[in-house]
């Protein structure tokens, strides 16, 4: 392999890692700036995103005053994850509230996203 090759190689990786990186900070900066502020009294309905890989690991992603846009920023959020990892080069296989990905390295993640109302924690009761 030549000096250019080499060069051009990198160039390429380079490439493709921006791309990704500036999608993936557009769609958040897009969402962040669309979304009420969690800290929102008001808020009736929660966007909580759920890792099946690990153990249940549960995080609130966002709050919304209404189920059904909640369920609207779901779609938004799953789109723009999918896209963004597409484009680092995993596997991804997704449906209307998951996607599941297989890394370059093999390691494999399912992500689910849930809508829940403030009252509700997925996590369960907390113990004293």
């Known amino acids: 392999m030549t000096d250019r090759e080499r060069t051009n190689g990198t160039r390429v990786q380079s490439k493709k890692g921006r791309r990704a ?29 759920e890792d099946k890989s690990s153990v249940d690991k549960w995080r609130v992603l966002f709050a919304q005053k209404t189920q059904e846009s909640c369920e ?44 829940l109302p403030e009252t509700v924690d997925p996590r369960g009761p907390k113990g004293k």
């Open 72 to 115: 609207g920023l779901l779609t938004e959020v799953l789109k723009g994850f999918v896209a963004a990892h597409r484009e680092e080069g995993q596997r991804i296989e997704s449906g209307d509230r998951f996607y599941t990905g297989t890394t370059a390295a093999g390691d494999r993640r399912i992500i689910a996203y849930h809508c």
């Open 21 to 49: 990186m500036k999608t993936t900070i557009f769609a958040l900066v897009c969402v962040l700036f669309t979304v009420p502020s969690l800290a929102e009294a008001e808020c009736a309905w929660v966007l909580w995103e």
